[in-house]
C-alpha cells in the first residue's frame, strides 16, 4: 500500500490548560509496517479528555490532541498488516500500542494496557519521540492491533463510547467472572454506570443501582436494573447491607461513602473503583477483616478486552445514550460535559463527505 496518503492531519488542540481547543494540524509520524491510517468519522468525549487538557492529571504536552474513543474507516495501510482491510470500519480506545509479546507478563494475561512499552492514544509518546495524537482530528495513524473491527451489526455512531466507557466498565466484569445470580452493584449512573447497568444485567446478574438522584429511578431499571436504591434514603440504603457480591464504582464524587460501601458487601464481596476518588481515601484493617471484603481497581481493557466487548454489546444490544454534535461545535460539547449536563456521552461527527 502507498505510505503517507496524509501529509498533514486537522484537528481541534489544546494549548494551555482549559476546556477550550483551538483548530491546529500536525504532520502525522511515518506509517509504520504494521500500522493503518484512519479516517475519523466519529469521537467520542470522556471525561478523561477534560481531565487531561486541563492538566489534572500531571503534565499535558500542549498543543494536545486529546480524544480515545474512535471510530473510523482505515484508508491505508502498512505492508504487514493482513487482518484489516482499505475500507474496514474499526474503533480505536485509549491505547495505540503493545508489544503483545508472549515474553511480555502484562500482555501475555490481557493486561496491555500495562505492558512497559505502552503507547496511549494522546499524551503519550512513541518509543522514537514522536508525540501521540487523538480523535478530535480528521485522521489518525495507529497500531493495527489496536484498531479493532467493528461487528457488522453495530451502528457505527454508538460504537465510540464502548471504545473506552464500555470497555473500562465490562473489562472487570469479564475478570471478576460477574455471573448469573451475583448480586452486582453499580455506584453513579452517568457515562460509565448506565453502561455498567447494561453489561451487568446482560450477563445475568441481578442489578442494583445506586444513585442521589431519584429522578434516574425509572431510566435505569429500563436499563436493566433490577433494583435502584436512592443513597439520600435510610431506609433503601439499610435494606442493601450485606448484600453485594460485587459493587462499581463508576463516580469519583466527593459524597461518595467508601466506608458506607463496605457495609452493602456481602462478605468476600469486591468493590471495583473505575473513576479516581476526589482525595484521600481512608480505611481501617478491621474493615477489611471482619468483612474479608476486597477493595481493587481497573484501568481499560487490552486488545482482546475490546473485541470481547464489541462482541458482547452488539450481540445482547448494549448501547450507549448518546448526544451528538459536529466536531467543528466541540468547544459546546466540552462545556455540556464539564458542566456535567450530557447524557450521557457526547459523539462529535465529522462530515462524511469530507475531503482528506
Not at 27 to 50: A, F, M, Q, W
Not at 59 to 86: F, S
Not at 309 to 326: C, G, Q
Request: charged share 20%.
Amino acid at each position: 500500500m502507498v505510505e503517507g496518503k496524509i501529509n498533514e492531519i486537522h484537528g481541534w488542540a489544546a494549548k494551555q490548560p482549559g476546556i477550550k481547543v483551538e483548530p491546529w494540524s500536525y504532520t502525522p509520524r511515518p506509517l509504520g509496517e504494521n500500522d493503518v491510517e484512519i479516517k475519523i468519522e466519529y469521537s467520542g468525549i470522556c471525561g478523561s479528555d477534560l481531565h487531561t487538557i486541563k492538566a489534572e492529571w500531571g503534565t499535558a504536552m500542549y498543543p494536545l490532541i486529546v480524544g480515545h474513543e474512535i471510530v473510523g474507516k482505515v484508508i491505508t495501510k502498512g505492508e504487514k498488516v493482513t487482518h484489516l482491510e482499505e475500507g474496514d470500519l474499526v474503533g480505536v480506545g485509549a491505547q495505540v500500542y503493545g508489544c503483545l509479546q508472549p515474553d511480555c507478563s502484562p500482555c501475555s494475561r490481557d493486561l496491555d494496557p500495562h505492558c512497559p512499552r505502552s503507547v496511549f492514544t494522546y499524551n503519550s509518546k512513541y518509543a522514537d519521540g514522536e508525540q501521540a495524537h487523538g480523535g478530535y482530528a480528521n485522521a489518525v495513524r495507529v497500531d493495527s492491533n489496536y484498531a479493532i473491527k467493528l461487528p457488522a451489526s453495530l451502528d457505527p455512531v454508538y460504537a465510540p463510547p464502548l471504545m473506552c466507557a464500555g470497555t473500562t466498565v465490562f473489562a472487570p466484569m469479564l475478570r471478576k467472572g460477574v455471573k448469573k445470580g451475583d448480586k452486582v452493584g453499580v455506584v453513579g449512573i452517568g457515562g460509565l454506570g448506565h453502561l455498567a447497568i447494561q453489561y451487568a444485567s446482560a450477563l445475568g446478574a441481578e442489578v442494583y443501582a445506586f444513585s442521589h438522584s431519584p429522578n434516574k429511578r425509572d431510566q435505569c431499571l429500563e436499563l436493566g436494573a433490577t433494583h435502584f436504591v436512592d443513597t439520600s434514603n435510610k431506609e433503601e440504603v439499610e435494606g442493601v447491607k450485606r448484600t453485594l457480591n460485587y459493587l462499581f464504582v463508576t463516580s469519583n464524587s466527593q459524597s461518595n461513602q467508601y466506608n458506607e460501601f463496605i457495609s452493602w458487601m456481602d462478605f468476600e464481596g469486591q468493590i471495583v473503583l473505575l473513576a479516581l476518588p476526589k482525595g484521600q481515601m481512608s480505611f481501617g484493617a478491621g474493615e477489611f477483616i471482619h468483612t474479608e471484603v476486597a477493595i481493587t481497581g481497573s484501568l481499560i481493557g487490552g486488545v482482546n478486552v475490546l473485541k470481547k466487548t464489541l462482541e458482547f454489546s452488539a450481540k445482547h444490544n448494549v448501547l450507549p445514550i448518546i448526544e451528538r454534535f459536529p466536531m467543528e461545535k466541540v468547544n459546546d460539547a466540552l462545556a455540556r460535559v464539564d458542566s456535567g449536563q450530557a447524557r450521557y456521552r457526547i459523539v462529535l461527527e465529522n462530515p462524511q463527505s469530507s475531503n482528506l
